[in-house]
Nanobody, 124 residues
Framework: QVQLVESGGGLVQAGGSLRLTCAAS????????MGWFRQAPGKEREFVAA????????LYADSVKGRFTISRDNAKNTVYLQMNSLKPEDTAVYYC?????????????????WGQGTQVTVSS
């Protein structure tokens, strides 16, 4: 079993930055890929970014490429999402997820555990 707790969400003006943190506990954190997804009101959950178990590979949605950076610290069992140049369309609940294998995965069915989410609101 893996427990994931997100933090760092909040309200920010367009063009601002936030850093989301996901703290993991349970089974070996460093053995699995990690990902961030988001869900805006009235929309389906969508992929944002993923990082492999070692941290050597990353994957981003086209909508956030060049603005968001995913990273992980396996010694601290933590994964981060640095979000810069935020836009109102980035407003959503952001979820951290633990993958079921080492390689990066874009689809939600590649993730076995999910956090409760943290709200990010970007005002125009």
């Amino acid at each position: 079993q893996v427990q994931l707790v997100e933090s760092g969400g909040g309200l920010v003006q367009a063009g601002g930055s936030l850093r989301l943190t996901c703290a993991a506990s349970g089974r070996t954190f460093s053995s699995n890929s990690m990902g961030w997804f988001r869900q805006a009101p009235g929309k389906e959950r969508e992929f944002v970014a993923a990082i492999s178990a070692s941290g050597g590979s990353t994957l981003y949605a086209d909508s956030v490429k060049g603005r968001f950076t995913i990273s992980r610290d396996n010694a601290k069992n933590t994964v981060y999402l640095q979000m810069n140049s935020l836009k109102p369309e980035d407003t959503a609940v952001y979820y951290c997820a633990a993958g079921s294998r080492r390689a990066v995965v874009r689809t939600s069915d590649g993730y076995a555990y999910w956090g409760q989410g943290t709200q990010v609101t970007v005002s125009s």
